[in-house]
Each structure stands twice: as structure tokens, then as C-alpha cells.
């Protein structure tokens, strides 16, 4: 484990990994959530670009009730992609496979070491007819 000047957390460095390796331990950082609204029926994707490899990845988030479909993918391209492509991995490859997240107290958080390449998170709401879900989230590349 290697201590940066920049960051007060520690992270661990897999510089020779062929994949990476998503690690669930909490990482507090000192930053602001965005809050969206992700309708009935919508599939709702916010795309990261890694120029560089071993780059830290954290994430967190929140649903304000109900549940919702979460999922990060390596892209092959920056084209929209369907459910079924997610589900099958064509044209992406499962970094994190789309799951139902339900509403609690604590937020879903997450980080992982990446490669350099396009990266796609994914919020599910195709499955809910009638409610839309109001999802607080954090995404920072560092």
C-alpha cells in the first residue's frame, strides 16, 4: 500500500493486473453528490473517460426509495447501447454486473484500480412501470 501527498486515503496499487478488481471498503472523500431523476422505464448511463492507467475509481450512491439497476461496464465505443447488450455484454464487458440496489440508509459505494479506456456507469429503471427513482450519486477519477 502506497500513501500519496495529494490524497488522504491510501490505495492500493495493482500495476500489473490483467483485470481490475473491485473493492467494496469504505473511501471517504470530501466531495458533493448530484442528484437525478431517472424516470419509469429509462436507462440512464454517465460515461468516464481514463486516459491513464491505474487511476482510481470511487463511486457512491443512493436511492431515495424503492430500487434501482446499477452496473459499470468498459465500453468498446461511445454508441448507445440497449438492456439486452448490457445483460449479454456485447459490445462492453462487465466491470461491476447491473444488479437491483434497494433504498436503505447507507449509500452503495465502491472503488477500483482501471485500465485506461471508456467506462460506463449504468441506472436501471426499464423494469418500474410507474415510479421514477430519485438517485443521489458520486463519481470521481483521480
Avoid at 24 to 43: M, Q, W, Y
Amino acid at each position: 500500500m502506497r500513501e500519496s501527498p495529494y490524497y488522504s486515503s491510501k490505495a492500493y496499487a495493482y500495476m500489473n493486473d490483467s483485470s481490475p478488481e473491485v473493492l467494496t471498503s469504505d473511501i471517504s472523500l470530501p466531495f458533493f453528490k448530484l442528484r437525478r431523476t431517472i424516470e419509469s422505464g429509462e436507462l440512464w448511463h454517465y460515461n468516464v473517460i481514463c486516459e491513464k492507467s491505474s487511476s482510481l475509481l470511487t463511486w457512491e450512491f443512493e436511492v431515495s426509495s424503492h430500487d434501482i439497476g446499477f452496473g459499470l461496464y468498459r465500453i468498446d465505443s461511445m454508441a448507445g447501447l440497449e438492456l439486452k447488450d448490457y445483460e449479454t455484454e456485447h459490445g462492453c464487458k462487465a466491470v461491476v454486473k447491473l444488479a437491483k440496489h434497494g433504498s436503505s440508509k447507507s449509500a452503495y459505494k465502491g472503488w477500483l484500480l482501471l485500465k485506461s479506456g471508456l467506462y460506463r456507469f449504468v441506472f436501471d429503471n426499464t423494469y418500474s412501470y410507474i415510479r421514477s427513482k430519485e438517485v443521489l450519486y458520486s463519481l470521481h477519477l483521480l
